[in-house]
């Protein structure tokens, strides 16, 4: 039997059998992988704690015919804030969820593994509205999957607006005042500027950006919309995600 060892982030668990449970796994060799982990719920294996959604380590597999055996997870961060904070739990299942639909089964995707983690980290462990959070992840995913929405001239007639500017979901970039249409959503200067910074921030410094609460819900409305036009799907664990936050 092949063994397999790579890092990876559980995305998905569910118990199964008596003792057993599936988890699927967001990995850095193989991608998106479905595994089972065996007697993951006896204490004698010990799994059970490190077989939880979004437990991050290093994973030995096996492949027996193609099916994926868990042997052994180190674990390296189990970001234990997300279990005791439902809006946090939330967001990042959507994340997840967002990830999976953009990334598919079985494709190595490393920007996008790495995406994900950083910004499950980041809704852990830094102090930033869940919102923020969201609206970086998901205009880094669709610029991760090749749509870069155009922000410096106008995608129908291509000139450089003076006046104001609006958003286009469909065309995928800024429109000026005279190719706006019906649906077009009119963009603040602190709004395309903070579009822009967040398409264009190396890495480190991608949440580290100032915006007031209308900005942030104008962003937000913006690229949960763009997101969701470039994967041709809904989420459930958006509504949920905006319910509970809603409520919070
Ligand atoms: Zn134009």
Redesign the pocket.
Do not use: W
């Given at each position: 039997m092949e063994s397999i060892k790579t890092k990876g982030l559980i995305i998905k668990s569910s118990d199964y059998g008596e003792a057993n449970c599936m988890i699927t796994v967001f990995t850095e060799n193989m991608g998106i992988v479905s595994a089972g982990v065996y007697g993951a719920r006896s204490k004698k294996r010990g799994l059970g704690a490190s077989s939880r959604i979004f437990t991050f380590g290093e994973f030995l597999f096996k492949n027996s015919g193609g099916r994926l055996r868990v042997e052994e997870i180190a674990v390296r961060e189990g970001f234990f804030p997300l279990c005791e904070d439902i809006v946090k739990l939330s967001a990042a299942v959507y994340f997840a969820d967002l990830a999976y639909a953009a990334v598919g089964m079985h494709n190595k995707d490393n920007g996008v593994f790495r995406l994900l983690l950083n910004t499950i980290y980041a809704l852990c462990y830094n102090d930033i509205d869940s919102d923020v959070v969201k609206t970086v992840f998901e205009f880094r995913l669709a610029a991760e999957g090749g749509y870069l929405p155009v922000l410096d001239?106008?995608?129908?007639?291509?000139?450089e607006?003076q006046g104001e500017i609006y958003f286009d979901i469909e065309r995928g970039g800024i429109?000026?005042?005279?190719?706006?249409r019906p649906g077009s959503i009119k963009l603040t200067t602190a709004a395309h500027t903070a579009i822009k910074y967040i398409l264009s921030a190396e890495d480190k410094k991608i949440l580290s950006f100032k915006a007031d609460n209308n900005v942030i819900a104008l962003l937000a409305n913006i690229s949960e919309q763009y997101i969701s036009e470039h994967l041709d799907r809904k989420f459930k664990s958006l509504d949920y995600y905006k319910k509970i936050k809603g409520s919070n």
């Amino acid at each position: 039997m092949e063994s397999i060892k790579t890092k990876g982030l559980i995305i998905k668990s569910s118990d199964y059998g008596e003792a057993n449970c599936m988890i699927t796994v967001f990995t850095e060799n193989m991608g998106i992988v479905s595994a089972g982990v065996y007697g993951a719920r006896s204490k004698k294996r010990g799994l059970g704690a490190s077989s939880r959604i979004f437990t991050f380590g290093e994973f030995l597999f096996k492949n027996s015919g193609g099916r994926l055996r868990v042997e052994e997870i180190a674990v390296r961060e189990g970001f234990f804030p997300l279990c005791e904070d439902i809006v946090k739990l939330s967001a990042a299942v959507y994340f997840a969820d967002l990830a999976y639909a953009a990334v598919g089964m079985h494709n190595k995707d490393n920007g996008v593994f790495r995406l994900l983690l950083n910004t499950i980290y980041a809704l852990c462990y830094n102090d930033i509205d869940s919102d923020v959070v969201k609206t970086v992840f998901e205009f880094r995913l669709a610029a991760e999957g090749g749509y870069l929405p155009v922000l410096d001239l106008c995608a129908a007639c291509e000139c450089e607006p003076q006046g104001e500017i609006y958003f286009d979901i469909e065309r995928g970039g800024i429109l000026c005042e005279s190719c706006r249409r019906p649906g077009s959503i009119k963009l603040t200067t602190a709004a395309h500027t903070a579009i822009k910074y967040i398409l264009s921030a190396e890495d480190k410094k991608i949440l580290s950006f100032k915006a007031d609460n209308n900005v942030i819900a104008l962003l937000a409305n913006i690229s949960e919309q763009y997101i969701s036009e470039h994967l041709d799907r809904k989420f459930k664990s958006l509504d949920y995600y905006k319910k509970i936050k809603g409520s919070n």
